[in-house]
């Protein structure tokens, strides 16, 4: 599966965004997907996982309140609704899909497939 993830951005802090990744095979289904956060200088960092049916989400205590995770099958896309945003929030976003058995994949190496990255700026 190939994945593109967009909708990144400039927004002041309190500020919301929607990150949407578009996912391209007929397999999408099979997949958990996940969203993670790279800071320059940083490790890689997960903040939300939603199961293959949408049925179970996950999500870092960082986002925990704040961001939503969704998807739609039908579509083949999974979205991240970031609210009350912070300067702490700045990196850039990367959206992943597993197939492992393990819940949840709250890990890089969990995943098989990554997106490109889209850049999201807080500002203070």
């Known amino acids: 599966v190939q994945l593109q993830a967009f909708g990144g951005g400039l927004v002041q802090a309190g500020g919301s965004l929607r990150l949407s990744c578009a996912a391209s095979?007929?397999?999408?289904?099979?997949?958990?997907m996940g969203w993670f956060r790279q800071a320059p200088g940083k490790e890689r960092d997960f903040i939300a996982v939603i199961s293959w049916s949408g049925r179970s989400t996950y999500y870092a205590d960082s986002v925990k309140g704040r961001f939503t995770i969704s998807r739609d099958n039908a579509k083949n896309t999974v979205d991240l609704q970031m609210n009350s945003l912070k300067p702490e929030d700045t990196a850039v976003y990367y959206c992943?899909?597993?197939?492992?058995?393990?819940?949840?994949?709250?890990?890089?190496?969990?995943?098989?497939?990554w997106g490109q990255g889209t850049q999201v700026t807080v500002s203070s």
């Open positions: 095979g007929r397999t999408f289904s099979r997949y958990d």
């Open positions: 992943a899909a597993s197939l492992r058995t393990s819940w949840p994949q709250d890990r890089p190496e969990s995943y098989d497939y």
